[in-house]
């Protein structure tokens, strides 16, 4: 069985108590792919200096965020960890040179837990989560993604987990369901295009090419889960695109899948 690599956009913690269409995706991510036997999560919110996987037999739920609903710290996703998983991961990592990869018993940030609970409520799936590196550069993720390839063809899903936009500064003035923003649509849509069509070289320098990049992502780690992701699918095959909505005006909430 070979998964897929998928990148979602995973939007505020509040997305999983929210009903919209981006919840109702993440909701149905178990219709859209086989049951993986595994999952490597990979998410815009553990940021180290050099990778680090966790080696956590019993991950536990991290509450990376303050000042939200009290029912989101009641939320739990008691899945298994994914020991063996992360040892095969820091022997890729370390094999094609983009190591030393660290090794850390660490739990999941709502950049994994949040889509993973939506889409695989039962929490019976062994899960393992591999830090970004922010200083480094979109090529370098998507190395990364590279590296982590053979993963796929062992049943395991290899989940990135960003925003396709992301400008948090930007959020003043809008509610959940605002008409998005010009600028957030312009980047939402050449990014979209680019990705279905497998411009992968002018994705790896979207800062510079794509419209309305730096407004967008005044800063890179949303994105560079998206450059694991596209890593890890079969050299030469474009990405599909599986989602698109859009939650207070500035965030695109767009998956894709690369097969």
Known sequence: MTMPALFVSHGAPTVILDETPVRKFLAKLSETVEKPREILAVSAHWETAAPVVSDAERPETIYDFYGFPDALYKLTYP???????????????????????????????????????????????????????????????????????????EGVLILASGNLTHNLREFRGHTIDSEPEPWARAFDEWAGWAVSEGRTDELLDYRRIGPEAVRNHPTDEHLLPLFVAMGAGSAGVPGRHLHKSYTYGVLAMDAFAFS
Do not use: C, F, N
Request: net charge neutral; charged share 20%; proline share 12%.
């Open 79 to 153: 899945a298994p960890g994914a020991p063996a998983l992360a040892a095969k991961t820091r022997k890729l990592l370390t094999d094609a040179g983009l190591g030393p990869v660290g090794t850390e018993t660490r739990g999941l940030d709502h950049g994994a837990w949040v889509p993973l609970m939506l889409g695989w409520p039962e929490a019976d799936i062994p899960v393992t989560q591999l830090s970004i590196q922010p200083h480094k550069d979109p090529a370098w993720h998507y190395a990364l993604g590279e590296a982590l390839r053979p993963l796929r063809s």
